[in-house]
């Protein structure tokens, strides 16, 4: 690059790398010939910016990368073609039920056959976690930091002092022109321009007979305050990897129970959950004769523990916080976390039942107790005696030496080892085995257990466990189930607001950026030669129609389209 | 008359409507230089009678909508019957927009083909009224779709824009390479349309017809406790079968033109029960668009790119290209807003994370990084002109894609319920 002088003729010294005199607007370059009457690069209105240094040390290199729009171009549509080809085939991040590379390469094998195997050796059934894949979001950062802080003072300089007689080159060489005689007197025509600019909402500084016309210059920093918006979400996806920020667990519960959500001192219960069903009348044609549904909603109380919270010999002592009947649209939220409907699955689980304890001989009944499906109480009063819970199999099944043990957690087939005390009873106490929901393998283990107790001497037969009026009115009583286990999302995104917050000002940046264009509009009159031009950085259309329209009303008709100086040229 | 059987009436009658304005523009420009007449008022009064007749089907289609809204309870924007309806009403209004910026009526001359072609489409899908399903009954999921249709609605303005720019500037003349080149891929632009107005008249034909024909396909899944699932899959055609679906068997054929069993069968890789039936109407798609533009070029005995470019000499291609420009500048906020922040929205509250990677959403941010990189081009000397007037028809490209052929081809979460 030849050393330039940077010293206008105006007497300003402007820094190297200054396109236009930053006072006068001269175009400090010879032009090639031929392009002398070219319209002028009006970017940042000529001024220089710190990528244009000479000498570039290494850090000015890396600054001179990130800053360049074509690098910023190449980078948008390498993520682009990243972000396409990830949809090729689905993302492992969708199979729930895999997690080892091995079983990845095989499913893409087998579902997608050659093609698959490829695409999963690229690390493409991978691709929004790949490093290459954030690197380029990382890069489009930088890229817009850089790039923003390069030109964005520079913009700011240029348009905060700006001069108001141009040098003739600067107005005759802008995209919008108009020269013409003026007839009468200059200052008085110029005045009456004025008027008419500022009719359509110009801010115009006059010198004499020059005149600067200025409309909307804050729509100049939309892309700026796009970008910091952008910048913003940026940091904000980046700060969703830090753990303490994010959450993201599942937890099933059936009707009625109540679960700790894991790693915080809150508890969540499932109150209730109703599903609602679209009539038949409601569905269409394809649809007659299927289960649509319409609703599903899991009524929910939130608790926090506020005593023995991590003491495993007390219960925890909880406070109700919040309550929110949960829908697929509609979260709880308590604090940052939020819960969210994410499925549901029909199945019947037991929870409780009232039990009623009757003499096998008299059939009088001595008193009721309920019995849970889970912690169930291990001491019962009931009329004159003593319950004692000895053992409990929530799925109960026998072992390899037929021992009775439990087959899983949940109760599907509960049994309840009973110890009675109490007057006139062995002294002992008796044993009694009570299946509430027997199926007929396990009522016939009963039959024959309790037997084997009163044969044994540990029982006299004298009980019997019963539910009474299991079902009134075709309804369920004395005997509570879950018909539908729900499955809640429980979230915590702390990066969250950032990224609302970043969008917003996105958007802000964009509208101003977009909607309203800044218009500038120069003039000087020498010796009865009007000399106009004026510039606009999109919407040259409405900046002629602008100064066409002021320049009828100053009594000189010219098409709107004539004004355009590229076009003059083509 | 229920609102339902109202709407669907006033509805035919847009239809139609839309297309006598498309008729009115047509003659507007072509009938010119009939004999004496005055050239300039012939497309002035023809142009505002086709104009008027634009707008008059507009608030027809504008009834239809909210007659529907009314019938069934939540905004028809639910499934691709009533997105795509949605989108034509939205492209007619960005159109009318563009119109009050610029005044520059024949600018209908091709954005109406887009708004009849797109209600054509439309009308492929049931329009039967159909429940909500719960995820889908939220009101940011409303305003996320009506807002990014719009956004799309401003981007095929400036498709059609572009498009006669295009053909505004091609040179007929030039024989080096550049020169043929830009002549084959532009008239490639209309044959792609006529291909699309193709896939329309065979389905619609046929339909008209009544021709059906089924298959039952069987496929076996293997689960991963090792047992083993088989299901029997029929699918039903309603053009006549090239192609079968893969590894299946004929229940049902109509003989049609002597074809009285599918010619072969799709490729192993097309498995899906549904595949097959794709893949048969790309290929009747495809034959019956070459037909029809085989039939075009016998009439005019040229390239179709030699018969439109004569009518548009009047209009400056500058004009056109800053029609286009300003159409993308504008609906880009309103698509960022539409398609990338409600969506997020929409997301984070239904399904508790605001970006999931979902095919639908990856091809969204496409969309806008498409459009994105367009308007920085813009910003470098060079890339106005020809290449951005492409770049306009190459977005608008990536829109459809992502609109109907991420629903075909690719199905994620966001599949709208009726996609046939
Ligand atoms: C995906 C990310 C980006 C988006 C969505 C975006 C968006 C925009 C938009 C909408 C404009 C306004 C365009 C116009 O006025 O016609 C703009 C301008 C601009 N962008 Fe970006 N941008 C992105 C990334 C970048 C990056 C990484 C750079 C850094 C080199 C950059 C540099 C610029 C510059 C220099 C301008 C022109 C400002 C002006 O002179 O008024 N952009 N950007």
Known sequence: ?570 | MNWIDLSSNVFTAAFFLYCAAFICYAIAVAGKRWSNRDPQGHTARWGRIGFIAAIVAWVLHLVFFFARWKGQGHIPTSNMYEFMTFLAMAIMFAFIVVYLIYRNSLLGAFALPLVIIIVAYASVFPSEVQPLNPALNSIWLRIHVTTAALGEAFFAVGFAAALMQLIRVVDLERKDKVGVRSRRWTEFSLVAIILIVGFLVSVFGFRGAGYEASFSQETVEIADDGTVNSQVNEVTYSLPPIVAPYNSETVDFQAFLGMEKPLFEAPSWMNGVNAGRKLNTVIWSVITGLILYGLLRLLARKPLIAVIKPHLMDIDADDLEEISYRAIAIGFPVFTLGALIFAMIWAEIAWSRFWGWDPKEVWALVTWLFYSAYLHLRLSRGWQGTRSAWLAVIGFLVVMFTLIGVNLVIAGLHSYAGVS
């Open chain 1, 1 to 570: 690059m030849l050393i330039q002088n940077t010293k206008c003729e105006c007497g300003h010294q402007n820094p190297v790398g200054t396109v236009l005199c930053e006072s006068c607007g001269k175009p400090l370059f010879e032009e090639a010939a031929g392009a002398e009457d070219a319209p002028l690069e009006m970017r940042y209105d000529g001024v220089a910016r710190r990528s244009q240094k000479q000498n570039p040390h290494l850090i000015d290199r890396v600054w001179n990368f990130f800053s360049s729009v074509k690098i910023a171009i190449y980078l948008i549509i390498l993520t682009l073609l990243g972000a396409a080809l990830g949809t090729i085939f689905q993302q492992e991040s969708t199979f729930i039920n895999m997690t080892t590379d091995e079983e990845f390469a095989a499913y893409y094998k087998e579902t997608y056959g050659t093609a698959g195997v490829i695409y999963h050796a690229l690390g493409l059934s991978h691709t929004y976690e790949s490093w290459w894949f954030r690197g380029l979001l990382v890069m489009i950062g930088a890229s817009l930091v850089i790039c923003s802080l390069d030109r964005v003072l520079p913009l700011y300089r240029a348009l905060n002092k700006q001069q108001i007689r141009k040098h003739l080159q600067f107005i005759t060489r802008q995209q919008v022109t108009y020269s013409g005689e003026v007839a009468g007197d200059e200052t008085a025509w110029v005045e009456s321009f004025k008027k008419q600019l500022k009719r359509r909402g110009y801010r115009v500084h006059q010198d004499g007979t020059a005149l600067l016309a200025e409309k909307n210059r804050f729509s100049r920093w939309g892309p700026y305050i796009n970008h910091i918006g952008l910048i913003l979400f940026l940091l904000a996806v980046l700060g969703r990897s830090v753990p303490a920020w994010h959450m993201d667990q599942y937890l099933a519960l059936y009707e009625g129970e109540t679960r700790q959500i894991p790693d915080t001192n809150y508890y969540l219960k499932n109150d209730d959950f109703t599903l609602e069903l679209y009539d038949e009348s409601e569905l269409a044609s394809n649809q007659k004769g299927k289960a649509v549904p319409k609703l599903f909603e899991t009524k929910a109380t939130m608790y926090e523990c506020i005593e023995a919270c991590n003491d495993p010999t007390r219960d925890p002592v909880l406070k109700q916080v919040e309550q929110h009947p949960i829908q697929v649209n509609s979260p709880l939220s308590h604090g940052d976390l939020k819960i969210y409907q994410n499925s549901y699955q029909a199945r019947v689980r037991f929870i409780s039942v009232n039990v009623t304890l009757t003499d096998t001989v008299t059939g009088k009944a001595y008193g009721t107790f309920a019995l849970r499906a889970d912690n169930p109480e291990r001491v019962y009063e009931v009329g004159p005696y003593t319950l004692r819970l000895n053992d409990y199999f929530p799925d109960f099944g026998l072992d390899s030496e037929s021992r009775p043990m439990t087959k899983t957690r949940d109760p599907n087939n509960p049994a309840f080892a009973f110890t009675i005390t109490g007057p006139d009873l062995l002294k002992d106490g008796e044993t009694y085995l009570y299946f509430p929901m027997p199926n007929e393998e396990s009522k016939a283990y009963q039959a024959i257990l309790n037997d084997y107790y009163v044969k044994n001497g540990q029982s006299s037969g004298k009980f019997a466990f019963k539910v009474e009026n299991a079902m009134s009115g075709g309804k369920m009583v004395n005997v509570t189930f879950s018909e539908y286990t729900t499955f809640l999302n429980i979230r915590k995104d702390k990066a969250m607001p950032y990224i609302w917050v970043g969008a917003a000002i996105s958007m802000i940046g964009l509208i101003m950026g977009f909607y309203w264009q800044h218009r500038r509009v120069w003039l000087r009159i020498d010796g009865g030669t009007l000399s106009l031009g004026a510039h606009t950085n999109k919407n040259s259309y409405g900046l002629r129609a602008d100064v066409a329209w002021a320049l009828a009303r100053t009594g000189i008709e010219v098409p709107p389209k004539s004004l355009d100086n590229r076009r003059n040229l083509r």
